[in-house]
């Protein structure tokens, strides 16, 4: 299963990491450095962007809109179809679960399927 998995600790551990389960957690980059085999996903101000060596990747997304406000609203649009274009199923966001426990929105685990969680987080828009 290949999922995007929010990570709500502070900055700079970005908004989360996509994750797919039929690869190895951890591999060798080129220059022998051991690192997850995850993509980094995060947002904010042009001078805040850093690429973090501990994640095979860093997609970044600016906005100054974003970074003032202090969340990924104006920047959802991007971040869901990046999703998308890599192939994420799923979405675990545990702090979400709580608002939606019960019924076919998540696994009472917080494991989201994508299209529903980025229904839940448009009606924020």
Not at 20 to 35: A, F, S, V, W, Y
Not at 69 to 75: D, F, H, L, S, T
Not at 98 to 116: A, V
Request: charged fraction near 25%.
């Amino acid at each position: 299963m290949r999922y995007f998995s929010i990570d709500y600790r502070s900055p700079p551990s970005g908004m989360g990491q996509i994750i797919d389960t039929n690869k190895p957690e951890k591999i060798l980059r080129p220059d022998g450095q051991e690192c997850y085999n995850y993509i980094l996903i995060d947002y904010g101000s042009s001078d805040n962007f850093h690429w973090d060596s501990s994640y095979i990747g860093t997609q970044y997304f600016e906005s100054e809109q974003a970074a003032e406000e202090g969340w990924a609203g104006p920047v959802l649009p991007q971040i869901f179809q990046f999703l998308r274009d890599q192939k994420v199923t799923h979405v675990y966001d545990g702090e979400l679960a709580h608002e939606h426990e019960g019924g076919n929105d998540n696994d009472f685990h917080g494991l989201f399927t994508l299209d529903r969680w980025i229904e839940i987080m448009s009606s924020y828009l």
